[in-house]
């Protein structure tokens, strides 16, 4: 079974809903990360959270949400949908006792399409 | 300015052959982390290699290596013997220190390369 897994996988949704995308870990990580993928932009960061009680801000977290439900979970909302959210949306975890070399571990990713 | 820049949108490369992929960075910092995945065609994000700014040898996994240059800012990933699986985009991210020094915070990542393996 996958240590990241993300649902849905793929959703199409129209402007004005309001959607969640859930991530779920099994690696016991206590930080956890949303991304968007964007064509050309490479992947950025919305919201992080290094554990339960701590949640920050990305570069990119205008018109996004997120909740810490416990250490394994962590979802992302859209309060009111647009298109140009439409984006590759990843999850991923990473273990600060690696130190430097916390590597993150990512989600398989939701494709999400706003009309 | 860009944190992270990867200066080749796409690249190709012969069955067999090496192939550079270059990355360079931007940071105050002295104690960071260069990191590059994979995003083959399905999506997925894999881990390939990484490199810590305090690190005397250059890393290498298997037929990954990554060219560490510091007083260039340059991290450029060489992949040996070119497969057709290598075909992928691969992107090279960064991790530095948060702004309270006590954590390696979060990554920021390139724009990204896109290689084509020729068989």
């Known amino acids: 079974d996958a240590d990241v897994t993300q649902t849905p996988r793929n959703r199409i949704t129209k402007t004005g809903k309001r959607i969640m995308l859930e991530c779920s870990q099994t690696?016991?990580?206590?930080?956890m990360y949303w991304y968007r993928q964007d064509p050309g932009l490479g992947l950025r960061l919305i919201y992080y959270?290094?554990?339960?009680?701590?949640?920050n801000k990305g570069e990119i977290s205008d018109g996004y949400s997120v909740s810490r439900q416990a250490q394994a979970k962590f979802s992302l909302s859209l309060e009111s949908a647009i298109p140009n959210q439409t984006a590759l949306y990843f999850c991923?975890?990473?273990?600060?006792?690696?130190?430097?070399?916390?590597?993150?571990?990512f989600g398989p990713g939701t494709r999400l399409t706003v009309t | 300015a860009q944190k992270i820049t990867q200066t080749q949108p796409g690249m190709f490369v012969q069955e067999k052959e090496a192939v550079t992929l270059d990355c360079t960075y931007d940071?105050?910092?002295?104690?960071?982390?260069l990191f590059w995945y994979k995003q083959p065609s399905s999506g997925e994000m894999i881990f390939l290699i990484y490199?810590?700014?305090?690190?005397?040898q250059n890393a290498t996994e298997g037929r990954y290596s990554l060219n560490f240059q510091k007083a260039r800012k340059s991290a450029n990933l060489v992949i040996s013997a070119s497969q057709l699986g290598d075909s992928a985009m691969y992107f090279c991210?960064?991790?530095?220190?948060?702004?309270?020094?006590?954590?390696?915070?979060?990554?920021?990542f390139g724009q990204g390369t896109i290689l084509t393996v020729h068989p």
């Open positions: 991923a975890t990473s273990d600060p006792t690696r130190g430097g070399m916390e590597e993150q571990y």
């Open positions: 690696k016991g990580h206590d930080r």
């Open positions: 959270s290094f554990d339960v009680k701590d949640i």
């Open positions: 940071t105050s910092d002295q104690s960071y982390g």
């Open positions: 490199q810590g700014s305090y690190d005397e």
């Open positions: 991210a960064m991790r530095e220190r948060t702004a309270g020094g006590t954590s390696y915070g979060k990554l920021t």
